[in-house]
């Protein structure tokens, strides 16, 4: 019997495209290739269409949303498909995403199921915790979600940092002990080498999210050494304004 890993998350592509979606669906395509049966328990996205038959859409109660809130409705209804899953099918591992503190409803509350042995993990993208503090910003709002995401983080077996320097800030800044964090980079698809020619006016272009947490800032004050000897090169910003 092949492993079976369960992906629960609020973002998967194409139903839900880029962001931590485009990592999952990644790191999904590739375990199905080399043999490994994925399940994704695709949470509050009652309204995307995920044709995918690894997919399981998880809807959020509205009543739910009202009494406890997006994040923590969403967090329960989470463990409900997930204690559903694993009463009748065999799990290996589950990894759940970091932001809005998804993972902490089932992580406090599976002991007496069998999620009790089945090892889960988070996986560090960027929650919003960490993003707030980045910008400096105080957001009342959140206040729950935060408390949700560092839960999440306390409680999951494993931490999975895309990088060694980020394995380092969840180490500091959550106080997650070393052993319990493993660096597991996200897919990148190979590119093909192109032949061009350069432009006699270059062109750098920034596409993403504009934010500080994404280090927008930090290109902004290193770049000016290269445009002042590339006086014809320009920067330009392609994306969303993010927070």
Do not use: C
């Not at 839900?16 to 790191?27: D, S």
């Not at 509350?109 to 988070?122: F, Q």
């Not at 947490?213 to 320009?234: A, C, F, N, W, Y």
């Amino acid at each position: 019997m092949s492993d079976h890993i369960v992906f629960v998350t609020t973002e998967f592509e194409p139903a839900t495209p880029g962001g931590a979606g485009a990592v999952v669906a990644g790191i999904a395509e590739r375990l199905t290739a080399s043999g490994v049966r994925v399940s994704v328990l695709l949470v509050e996205a009652g309204r995307v269409d995920a044709d995918d038959d690894r997919v399981v859409v998880v809807p959020v109660d509205a009543d739910s949303i009202s009494t406890d809130g997006r994040p923590l409705a969403a967090s329960k209804a989470a463990f409900r498909a997930l204690a559903e899953l694993v009463d009748s099918d065999a799990v290996t591992a589950v990894e759940f995403q970091d932001f809005d503190g998804l993972g902490f409803w089932t992580l406090t509350h599976r002991p007496g199921t069998l999620l009790a042995s089945t090892p889960i993990g988070v996986r560090y993208h960027l929650p919003a915790d960490h993003i707030l503090d980045a910008i400096g910003v105080s957001r009342p709002d959140f206040a729950l979600t935060r408390v949700l995401e560092r839960g999440a983080l306390a409680a999951a077996d494993f931490v999975i940092s895309q990088t060694e320097s980020m394995r380092v800030t969840i180490e500091e800044r959550y106080d997650v002990p070393a052993e319990r964090i493993v660096v597991g980079s996200p897919p990148v698809p190979s590119i093909d080498v192109v032949n061009r020619d350069p432009s006699p006016t270059p062109k750098f272009a920034v596409i993403g999210r504009l934010s500080e947490q994404k280090g927008v800032h930090d290109l902004v004050s290193g770049i000016g050494p290269l445009l002042r000897d590339h006086p014809e090169m320009t920067v330009e910003f392609v994306g969303s304004d993010g927070w």
